[in-house]
């Protein structure tokens, strides 16, 4: 989904693979591009729900690094519950809070 350049984008891509008891598991990697923090875009990889991993460009290196792998194999909406809201200095948003904004936006396009 594509809107104007002042707004975040997302793209989607699904990655199939067969664990070894045959069952295939779905997971998707889903790209945001966050507004109105000093990150430039985030990539996430899900599977049922869940974050098996996130990285992201740009922004205070050391925090988000610790942030990523804070949120690795939890679920979604408690991802989304603990980051909304966080705000940066002045700003009315922080990396945290666009994370949160992203799984926001990934589950009202995939969780219907």
């Given amino acids: 989904m594509y809107t104007n350049v002042y707004q975040s984008f997302t793209f989607f891509l699904k990655i199939g693979r067969i664990n070894r008891e045959g069952e295939v598991k779905v997971a998707m ?3 945001y591009y966050p507004k109105n923090v000093c ?3 985030m990539k996430f990889l ?3 729900n869940v974050i098996k991993n996130i990285e992201i460009r740009n922004g205070c290196p050391g925090n988000l690094l610790g942030i990523s792998k804070l949120c690795i194999g939890k679920n979604i ?3 989304i519950d603990t980051l909304s ?3 940066c200095r002045t700003k009315d948003t922080s990396c945290p809070d666009q994370i949160a904004s992203a799984l926001k ?3 009202k396009e995939y969780n219907k």
């Fill in 29 to 31: 990697e889903y790209i």
């Fill in 39 to 41: 990150s430039t875009e």
């Fill in 46 to 48: 899900i599977e049922n």
């Fill in 77 to 79: 909406d408690e991802i």
């Fill in 85 to 87: 809201g966080i705000k």
């Fill in 105 to 107: 936006e990934y589950k």
